[in-house]
């Protein structure tokens, strides 16, 4: 049952073999078993599961059932749950039960998913290694000696030690694909502007998107399908025609353009996981893929790019985080302005108050053109690389980090290090691409390895489809720590 | 570019983030690093790009004229840290 | 040393939508504290803003009747500062590319026309309100008024003298309560002004360094704390010192400026484009349509006035104040071709002193436009005398006889005299009787004419028409 797929969960949902109430209980349970351990949940609430579970059970009872119905999924504690805590990972939120649902939680609630818990994450999804959350780090399921990633670490761990069929994530600057490509996982980051952004507590606006963490990629296709869609409320929120994401994933691969860029191929990327994404490329090649070398030049900015944007805008957005209306409030100050600084200084946590301070700088006065203006001038430039680099190819392929799991504490005192997990992600938050990641292999200390699979926008169900297809000869996404 | 101590206490003012003289020299030191790599963006000559904003090059949606929200006070407040007379309070504000 | 005063205004004017600029919450003043606060004005963690379609409307009416540049795309920013009454920690503004760019204002200052320049006008959202009453050493913050749509107009610094400045204000005022984007109640916060000034020695070119006198909610105010400032800023130079650029609060009960904060400690405002907006765009069509829509704009009427009823510069700028006085008189003109003169005294006259009386808007005026007509048709169609009209008017304000005017006239008897042969009869009977004074009369004492028509008069109890008794007293006293 634990390893089962969401489309086998739904059979035997729907043949009456297993109740919902039944699956939310033995989830429950092994979480209650598991999380003491790898801490991948903020807050279970069992009594609002199981009568989502009841709820869910009267509709697929009177055959009203859609593909989730009765379903447990993870939520990453960045989206609003009403009712629920949602602390987004910080102090600062640690008594925030919020009075809304999330565009997100609403879509699936609307499909009768249940909530079975929300998923621990780096503070204010800043990090790498969901060792910034305020309710203490996150262990990888594969190795408790290593992160999981971050700062969707908590779904990740709570898919792979399969504490849940499948969780949502949030990705920023790799946010969703990292954590997955560490903890063995599939995960993608779709096109800017698919998944509500409403109710998702903003990091960086221009940036975030939400998406789907599971076993697999025909697993993600239905997840999709589910979390995609128009919503009113965020005005950047795409008006498109309802696409199946599961449509393509039969289809082969004949004739499929990979596209290699050399920027990724060239130093950094540790052997281990050089060699693992040799050996998926020479699966890829026995479906029919061809592979062809592209080049991203400005990509390699990516990362100095990406941190002066995503602070600059989390500086504004965390702003309204003062102790006024929601939220920790300093038990002690002298006025005012005293009553901020220390509401902010105790509620935040060091990397947090980092890119605050970073973002801050970036659009003062007198640094705004050398900085903020430069950084999205190269934003441009290097979704231009992009679109050209997509005249040659389909896809672009590549890794999702360049190591496997680091151990825990290994570069939490070394930002920059740590920003530099980042380097192969960030560029498609940048230019609003989708991107994802699928396990293909194992490195040093039995570690997963990600590969990184891009596309142009909108191309998530080819996409799917290639991992479909590569996940039909392979069985490196059936591998469990547990 | 170089950044000081004093640039340090200036955005923190900005931000309303304490920081101390030790933690703002530790502070300075990091951020001195990431600026470092920052930096590197200047290698590349811009002067032609106009800057993106957004990843989709798609227009503001505009909501029609109507009320739509009920009052829900009661509710937002039972989460405020404190409230009297279904006002926030803050610490008396000085103009 | 002569001194020049220089003055701009930037004036914020709340939008009359009913919805809030980036939420559904109600904008309706007086509720109940925070009861139309929701989830996006209180700025909970995950809520996102999107843009109201009334209130760009109003933008693109006010830019199209000051002849403005409508921008598309316009783009919408964060000004980043922290206080109580700003949820967000950031003001959703404009920065660079405003809705509106440029436009005119023409006043009439001293009898003169003269045009004021704008720069621009832009959306953004309001605060809320910080209430100081004490709760034991706080403040209570209502956020019902955050995110209330606002269109701040900012002008050049054409002004000379806080006269103009006033004219300018009220003008602004006039027009944006005419083409019914705002509201105009300068007691709710409707309509708020504040003042750039600076002064310079007069025949110089050079600016002077300003200092910008905040939340001005009246024009007496606008005038004193500009005339304050002035004095203020003229004194430093004279005695050698110079100004520091500051924004300062004017302090109604002590009639003056004080600091507020110096350009020192002024924020950094990071302003930078709101990544939840993405580019307004407004098409030529729509434009279009607003233009459509849009009513004749006041100073077109006035024009019109002075060419179409031949009225004075004076009479047509008053007519045309507010869009509800120039369309009621237009109604009363339209029911008396020809009488525009009339028409104009009469509202100008007694309407107007009556509502300012009661303290009434035009729109809660008890006579309506065709009762007026009717009423000035019998004073020009020489049924009853001015001065009876005067009379009938007060019967109808007060509702007697169903503001019938024949039905008033008939019932106080107030019916002139305009028979030929009853007055002759009538003035024969006076001649008679004042011998003495028509010898006067003809020995060249002009006064005697007067004192026979009063006789006249008299003896009608005011109801014959002078007009009348005056050409035939005069027929038969030179006869």
């Known amino acids: 049952m634990f390893n089962a797929s969401l489309k086998q969960l739904a059979v035997q949902l729907a043949e009456k073999k297993i109740s919902s109430t039944e699956l939310t209980t033995e989830f429950l349970r092994r979480i209650k078993q598991f999380n003491p351990e790898y801490n991948a949940f903020i807050t279970v609430n069992e009594e609002i599961s199981l009568a989502q579970a009841k709820a869910a059970d009267k509709m697929i009872a009177v055959g009203q059932a859609g593909p989730l119905t009765g379903i447990p999924i993870a939520q990453k504690d960045i989206f609003c749950a009403k009712g629920w805590l949602t602390t987004c990972g910080s102090k600062m939120l640690s008594n925030f039960v919020s009075p809304y649902d999330a565009g997100v939680i609403e879509r699936f609630n609307q499909a009768g998913a249940i909530n079975i818990g929300k998923t621990n994450m780096d503070e204010f999804a800043m990090g790498s290694s969901n060792e910034t959350s305020y309710f203490g780090i996150v262990k990888n399921p594969w190795d408790v000696a290593a992160v999981p990633g971050g700062s969707s670490g908590g779904a990740a761990c709570a898919v792979a030690a399969r504490l849940t069929p499948a969780a949502t994530g949030t990705d920023t600057g790799g946010s969703i694909r990292q954590p997955a490509a560490l903890c063995g996982i599939s995960g993608i980051k779709p096109t800017y502007g698919l998944v509500s952004r409403y109710g998702m507590i903003a990091f960086a606006s221009s940036l975030d998107q939400g998406g789907p963490m599971a076993k697999s990629a025909e697993d993600l296709a239905l997840l999709l399908n589910v979390m995609t869609g128009f919503d009113l409320r965020d005005s950047t929120s795409l008006q498109r025609d309802a696409e199946d994401y599961a449509q393509d994933l039969q289809k082969p691969l004949a004739g499929l353009r990979i596209g290699l860029p050399k920027e990724y191929f060239a130093e950094g990327m540790s052997q281990e996981v050089a060699r693992a994404i040799e050996q998926a490329l020479v699966e890829c090649r026995k479906l029919g893929a061809q592979t062809i070398e592209v080049s991203l030049p400005n990509a390699p900015l990516s990362i100095p790019v990406y941190y002066v944007l995503a602070p600059a805008e989390a500086s504004s957005n965390l702003s309204r985080f003062d102790g006024v209306r929601y939220g920790y409030r300093a038990p002690a100050y002298s006025d005012l302005a005293d009553m901020y600084r220390k509401t902010r200084t105790q509620g935040f946590g060091a990397e947090v108050k980092r890119r605050i301070l970073i973002g801050t700088y970036v659009l003062s006065h007198g640094y705004y053109d050398a900085y903020y203006i430069k950084a999205q001038k190269l934003r441009r430039l290097i979704a231009q690389d992009f679109a050209e680099a997509y005249e040659r190819c389909d896809i672009i392929m590549g890794p999702t980090t360049p190591t496997v799991a680091f151990n825990l504490g290994e570069k939490s005192g070394d930002p920059i290090q740590m920003y530099l997990s980042d380097i192969y992600t960030s560029a498609a938050n940048l230019t609003g691409m989708p991107a994802m990641s699928i396990p293909i292999g194992f490195g040093d200390k039995n570690r997963p390895i990600g590969l990184h699979i891009m596309g142009n926008y909108f191309k998530e169900a080819q996409m799917l489809n290639i991992a479909h297809q590569y996940q039909l000869v392979t069985d490196w996404h059936l591998k469990s720590p547990v | ?95 | 040393m002569q001194w020049e005063i220089v003055i701009g205004l930037e004036v914020h004017a709340q939008l009359s939508t009913q919805s809030k600029i980036f939420s559904g919450a109600s904008t309706a003043y007086g509720a109940p504290p925070n009861s139309q606060a929701c989830v996006i004005d209180l700025a909970l963690p995950g809520v996102l803003p999107v843009l109201n379609k009334g209130a760009v409307e109003r933008a693109i009416k006010f830019g199209l009747s000051v002849g403005a540049k409508i921008n598309s795309p316009s783009i919408f920013a964060r000004k980043n500062y922290f206080y109580p009454d700003l949820p967000k920690g950031y003001q959703i503004s404009q920065f660079e590319l405003p809705v509106v760019q440029g436009g005119n204002i023409q006043i009439q200052a001293d009898g003169e026309e003269k045009n004021i320049r704008l720069t621009r006008a832009h959306l953004e959202e309001d605060a809320g309100k910080s209430l100081h009453e004490d709760f034991h050493g706080m403040s209570g913050i209502d956020l019902n008024r955050a995110g209330t749509p606002l269109l701040e107009i900012v002008s050049e610094p054409d002004m000379r003298s806080s006269a103009e400045a006033v004219v300018y204000a009220k003008t602004l005022h006039a027009l944006v309560r005419w083409i019914g984007i705002c509201d105009g109640n300068m007691q709710e916060g409707s309509f708020r002004c504040d003042a750039n000034v600076s002064v310079r020695p007069c025949g110089t070119e050079k600016l002077g360094t300003r200092c910008e006198i905040k939340n001005l909610n009246s024009f007496r105010f606008l005038e004193k704390a500009i005339d304050y400032e002035a004095r203020r800023q003229i004194e430093i130079l004279q005695d050698g010192g110079t100004i520091r650029q500051e924004t300062r609060l004017y302090d109604a009960n002590k009639d003056e400026t004080r600091t507020m904060r110096t350009k020192e400690d002024a924020n950094d405002y990071r302003y930078f484009p709101d990544p939840d907006l993405l580019p307004l765009e407004i098409s030529a069509n729509w434009i279009d349509q607003v233009q459509l829509a849009l009513p004749e704009l006041p100073q077109v009427r006035r024009d019109r006035y002075m060419s179409e009823f031949a009225l004075s510069a004076y009479d047509a700028s008053v007519l045309t104040s507010s869009r509800e006085t120039a369309d009621y008189f237009e109604s009363t003109i339209k029911q008396l071709p020809g009488q525009a003169k009339l028409c104009a005294n009469w509202i100008m006259g007694e309407i107007s002193g009556q509502l300012n009386k009661e303290g009434l808007e035009i729109t809660a005026c008890p006579i309506t436009p065709s009762q007026l007509a009717t009423l000035l048709k019998r004073i020009s169609d020489g049924t009853i005398s001015g001065k009876a009209a005067k009379t009938v008017f007060e019967s109808m304000w007060n509702g007697e006889l169903e503001r019938n005017v024949d039905a008033i006239i008939a019932a106080k008897g107030l019916k002139q005299i305009s028979d030929d042969s009853t007055i002759e009869k009538l003035v024969e009977q006076v001649l008679t009787a004042n011998a003495q004074q028509v010898a006067d009369y003809r020995n060249g004492k002009e006064k005697a004419f007067n004192s026979l028509v009063g006789q006249i008069m008299k003896a009608t109890q005011g109801k014959a028409n002078p007009a009348q008794v005056n050409t035939i007293l005069k027929k038969k006293l030179g006869g």
């Not at chain 2, 502070?27 to 290698?43: H, K, P, R, V, Y």
Request: no cysteine; hydrophobic share 40%; glycine share 2%.
């Open chain 2, 1 to 95: 570019m170089t950044l000081s101590a004093n640039d340090v206490k200036r955005i923190a003012d900005l931000a309303y983030i304490e920081i101390n003289d030790v933690e703002a020299k530790e502070t300075l030191d990091q951020l001195s690093g990431i600026f470092d790599l920052i930096e590197t963006m200047q290698a590349v000559d811009t002067s032609t790009v106009e800057p993106m904003s957004h990843a989709q090059s798609v227009v503001q949606r505009l909501r029609e004229d109507e009320v739509t929200e009920a009052d829900q006070h009661e509710l937002y407040q039972s989460i405020a840290p404190q409230v009297e007379a279904d006002l926030y309070l803050v610490p008396q504000v000085i103009e």
